[in-house]
């Protein structure tokens, strides 16, 4: 990867934390003088070496793990923002990835029941009794990432 | 990657789908590995982090063999 992906990454991932959302190519296009073609080709290989995850057939980034900008099951209240987190893993990833507190509300995957989970400190004090299920082997995980 | 109530709820829930168990960790131990995991993803420096030193953050919670092997 290099440095001018890496710049391309790292630009997206303070644009999450700051507006709550992704960068368009396009606004990543005008931040780094860029035509909007360079920074899409550079979000593709973001894509293929997993440091983004982009919508099928798209530049539209769908994961900056453990950030999801699509609904999932996962929400999450930390660093003074609502987030979605792609999974039960990356939920509790983004209290991590901010250094702070947060909550998730989710939802049991088998009743659908809605349950509460909540680090405080980086312990998690509400739905310790919890249990989460990994269902793909770690050497799949990038085989279908919408799934795993 | 999902949550789930209790080890019945996780059964019925794999049965229902038809679906072998993978692996399962309670919620304070996912807390724990995802703290490890995502701790530096905001960094300023952060590079892509080698299999190696993802492989050697799951074996130091004790999630080793196969289902956890990353190669």
């Given at each position: 990867?290099?440095?001018?992906?890496?710049?391309?990454r790292?630009?997206?991932?303070?644009?999450?934390?700051a507006?709550?959302?992704?960068?368009?190519?396009m606004?990543?296009?005008?931040?780094?003088?860029?035509?909007?073609?360079?920074?899409?080709?550079?979000?593709?290989?973001?894509?293929?070496a997993?440091?983004?995850?982009?919508?099928?057939?798209?530049?539209?980034i769908?994961?900056?793990?453990?950030?999801?900008?699509r609904?999932?099951?996962?929400?999450?209240?930390?660093?003074?923002?609502?987030?979605?987190?792609?999974c039960?893993?990356?939920?509790?990833?983004?209290?991590?990835?901010?250094?702070?507190?947060?909550?998730i509300?989710?939802?049991?995957?088998?009743?659908?029941?809605a349950?509460?989970?909540?680090?405080?400190?980086?312990?998690?004090?509400?739905?310790?009794?919890?249990?989460?299920h990994i269902?793909v082997?770690?050497?799949?995980?990038?085989?279908?990432i919408?799934?795993? | 990657?999902?949550?789930?109530?209790s080890?019945?709820?996780?059964?019925?829930?794999?049965?229902?789908?038809?679906?072998?168990?993978?692996?399962?960790?309670?919620?304070?131990?996912?807390?724990?590995l995802?703290?490890?995991?995502?701790?530096?993803?905001?960094?300023?420096?952060?590079?892509?982090?080698?299999?190696?030193?993802?492989?050697?953050?799951?074996?130091?919670?004790?999630?080793?063999?196969?289902f956890?092997?990353?190669?």
């Amino acid at each position: 990867m290099d440095a001018f992906d890496l710049d391309v990454r790292r630009h997206v991932y303070l644009s999450v934390v700051a507006n709550g959302r992704p960068p368009t190519t396009m606004e990543t296009a005008v931040a780094f003088g860029r035509d909007e073609e360079e920074i899409a080709d550079a979000y593709l290989r973001l894509h293929d070496a997993h440091a983004l995850v982009l919508a099928p057939e798209s530049t539209e980034i769908w994961m900056a793990n453990p950030f999801c900008f699509r609904p999932t099951p996962h929400r999450v209240s930390a660093g003074g923002r609502g987030w979605t987190g792609t999974c039960a893993w990356d939920a509790l990833g983004i209290p991590a990835a901010l250094h702070g507190d947060g909550r998730i509300e989710s939802a049991c995957a088998c009743c659908g029941e809605a349950l509460e989970l909540e680090v405080v400190d980086g312990e998690l004090t509400t739905g310790r009794n919890l249990l989460v299920h990994i269902l793909v082997p770690a050497r799949h995980w990038w085989d279908d990432i919408g799934f795993t | 990657m999902v949550y789930l109530r209790s080890e019945d709820h996780l059964r019925r829930w794999l049965d229902a789908n038809g679906w072998e168990p993978g692996a399962t960790l309670t919620a304070p131990a996912m807390n724990d590995l995802a703290r490890a995991w995502w701790w530096s993803r905001l960094d300023p420096g952060w590079r892509p982090r080698p299999r190696e030193e993802s492989q050697a953050i799951l074996d130091g919670f004790g999630l080793t063999g196969e289902f956890w092997s990353l190669a």
